[in-house]
């Protein structure tokens, strides 16, 4: 029996895109235990809604997360379009899972360079960041904004994509798919990826399920969950099926996240396919009254949103549950008895996202 | 498994040269929806202070006495509701964002009203 140490990790440190602490109970160079403590960027955004009406609110829920804003403004304007019992134009559903998809590749393939950087390997992290970048010239060129779009509106979107852009977002993608492709080969084949992945922070299908794991690390042990599967937006008609690996290490991680490209891809494609013509906004008229509860799939995970109205004009109450947060349990079970060297890839292997969780 | 996995995506990189903008030498060209800032054409504003009110920051502040309009830009989320909301469509959204500065100054804009035309 070795030493027992305590380190803390975090809030900040250099392989952390946003605050959060664990102490590392240690024996030796193996990690016993962890305690997480959150609450570092709490910005009171639930509380808000209270003080702006429920149309404003809409550009507050964007602005939850960075890297899903587009789904958080999404899930929120679902519950209220619920509570009015509103079918918005079937033109906003597909321009809305476009939108979607689009933010998924953007996350993952941020999360892909992120994840390289974190086991040194510089190279593959500016691969994955400049892929990106194409994705966020195709957001500024649809929506005007780069990382909040604000088109995601109660009713519908508030802009509309031609067909001319939209073949043009085809083909860029098209290209893209070959730059990926090159780009996971790596990933999938590199020695010194499967060294520092492979058999790494192992979460089995029953710690997964009965953590409550969700999105990607809960799919790479073998649950098939997948929120899109319920079919909202225009997700009842395209085809596709959840991506799942059943090893449950780090490495299975990466495999599903990757894999969850090339479908992203594919699902815009059969969108810009199907797309009808039509309205893309239908007028919402008065003050929401009851209460909703939706689904849905972020590229984290599943998201909860829940809103409940008082017939005013602001909301009484609205609940956000974040991926993050329910992943968190899960990361301690695969922190235990991982090597402090391997802390910084299994807390990056979740995809933490913070500011969602707190706020 | 695989030693030089990543060998052939460097050494196209190496031919291809940088795929950065060399920044102050060559400019990025904006698209025509970026949402940069917002102005406004004071001359056709009648002052019912609906943006101020739907403002999701209280950037804006409408003065209906003074005819006066002013926004403070760095409050400002450039979200485009004010815009959407105008009765007159006199606010736009340009396309340049606002220059960095070191003090927040508001941006007032006053309508003439008492002027009179040259001809009379």
């Known amino acids: ?359 | 498994m695989s030693y030089f996995s990543m060998s052939k995506i460097l050494l196209k990189n190496l031919f291809h040269g940088p795929y950065t903008t060399l920044y102050p030498i060559k400019k990025k060209e904006s698209f025509g929806r970026t949402r940069g800032r917002i102005e406004i054409e004071i001359d056709s504003c009648i002052f019912c202070g609906l943006c101020q009110r739907r403002c999701p920051t209280g950037a804006i502040k409408v003065d209906k006495a003074n005819t006066k309009w002013s926004i403070e830009r760095f409050q400002c989320i450039q979200c485009n509701y004010c815009s959407e909301v105008c009765p007159k469509k006199c606010l736009t959204m340009e396309n340049q964002y606002t220059s960095p500065a070191h003090e927040k100054v508001r941006d007032e804009r006053i309508k003439c009203t008492n002027i009179q035309s040259p001809n009379t």
């Open chain 1, 1 to 359: 029996m070795g030493k027992r140490t305590v380190i803390p990790f975090g809030p900040q440190h250099p392989v952390l895109p946003e605050p959060i602490h664990l102490d590392l109970v240690l024996v030796d160079e193996t990690v016993e235990s962890a305690i997480p403590r959150i609450g570092y960027i709490h910005r009171g955004l639930e509380k808000l809604v209270e003080k702006k009406d429920f149309q404003q609110y809409t550009y507050v829920a964007e602005r939850i997360c960075g890297i899903c804003s587009f789904m958080h403004g999404m899930g929120y304007c679902m519950a209220v379009e619920s509570i009015f019992e509103a079918d918005i134009p079937e033109r906003a559903k597909f321009l809305r899972t476009i939108w979607a998809e689009l933010s998924r590749l953007h996350s993952h393939l941020l999360w892909l360079g992120l994840m390289a950087d974190a086991f040194g390997f510089e190279s593959l992290f500016m691969q994955s960041w400049k892929l990106r970048e194409l994705i966020l010239d195709i957001f500024e060129e649809t929506t005007g904004g780069r990382v909040i779009f604000s088109v995601c509106d109660i009713g519908g979107v508030r802009r509309d994509i031609d067909g001319a852009t939209l073949n043009k977002i085809v083909n860029i993608l098209t290209d893209m798919e070959k730059e990926l492709r090159e780009i996971s080969h790596v990933f999938f084949n590199d020695h010194s990826v499967k060294l520092r992945t492979q058999g790494v922070g192992v979460l089995s299908k029953q710690a997964a399920f009965d953590l409550g794991a969700v999105g990607p690390m809960a799919r790479a042990s073998g649950i098939k969950l997948d929120m899109r599967c319920r079919g909202y937006a225009a997700y009842d008609r395209i085809k596709f099926k959840p991506i799942v690996e059943t090893e449950g290490d780090s490495f299975a991680r990466i495999s599903v996240r990757i894999k969850e490209l090339f479908q992203a891809i594919s699902i815009i494609k059969q969108c810009v396919a199907l797309i009808p013509e039509g309205d893309i906004k239908m007028k919402i008229t008065g003050n929401p009254s009851g209460e909703h509860f939706t689904r849905l799939e972020q590229p984290r995970g599943e998201v909860v949103y829940y809103a409940k109205a008082n017939g005013t004009k602001y909301l009484d109450r609205l609940r956000v549950r974040t991926p993050t947060f329910a992943n968190v349990p899960a990361l301690l079970e695969t922190l235990k008895g991982c090597a402090l060297a391997d802390v910084p890839i299994l807390i990056l292997t979740i995809d933490p996202c913070i500011s969602c969780t707190e706020r």
